[in-house]
């Protein structure tokens, strides 16, 4: 499974390294996972979404910034 993008979160707007990593999938029912990650830790938590939208927005309310090519 490919992510569909690359967020990252930072702890202070000036940092150079990220806190956190997420990332979007299209899972095999139509609906959406985003998988995010603490950079020192690993997986955290996993959470799902009818849209892509409402992914995208989850992500934004969190702190994340896209960071997709």
Known sequence: MNA???WLRFA???DDEAE???N???TED???R???YLTSVGLVKGVGFDT???AH???MREGFQDFSS
């Open 4 to 6: 569909l993008d690359v």
């Open 24 to 26: 979007t999938f299209a």
């Open 12 to 14: 202070e707007d000036d």
């Open 57 to 59: 927005a989850w992500l």
């Open 34 to 36: 985003v998988e995010w």
């Open 52 to 54: 892509l939208a409402e």
């Open 30 to 32: 139509g609906r959406f």
């Open 20 to 22: 956190a990593e997420a």
